[in-house]
């Protein structure tokens, strides 16, 4: 069993920043691709950035530019740094990731979600 704990989340005015947290524990062998998603009211979850094992980055069009993922693989955790933040931000905040258990077996998992809302 993984837990995959999220933390940052908040109210901010639109062009203000937010750092997001997800921090993996538990059988943990090998964390491998870890993801932001994204899931605002009334819309389906999207995929915001994406982070690989060896720190090779994707975003999407809505937040290239001002969004960036890394990594602390030391800490098993990941992080989303977001600028200039606009209304359209608005969302629960998921991250997903692939990892290896301690017996072998890839898998993948999901945090309890982070609430960002951008609001003057």
């Known amino acids: 069993q993984v837990q995959l704990v999220e933390s940052g989340g908040g109210s901010v005015q639109p062009g203000g920043s937010l750092r997001l947290s997800c921090s993996a524990s538990?059988?943990?062998?090998?964390?491998?691709?870890m993801r932001w998603y994204r899931q605002a009211p009334g819309k389906e979850r999207e995929l915001v950035a994406s982070?690989?094992?060896?720190?090779?980055?994707d975003y999407s069009d809505s937040v290239k530019g001002r969004f960036t993922i890394s990594r602390d693989n030391a800490k098993n955790t990941v992080y989303l740094q977001m600028n200039s933040l606009k209304p359209e931000d608005t969302a629960v905040y998921y991250c997903?990731?692939?990892?290896?258990?301690?017996?072998?077996?890839?898998?993948?998992?999901w945090g309890q979600g982070t609430t960002v809302t951008v609001s003057s």
């Open positions: 997903n990731v692939d990892y290896t258990n301690l017996w072998g077996t890839s898998t993948n998992g």
């Open positions: 538990g059988n943990i062998f090998r964390l491998n691709t």
């Open positions: 982070i690989t094992s060896g720190s090779s980055t």
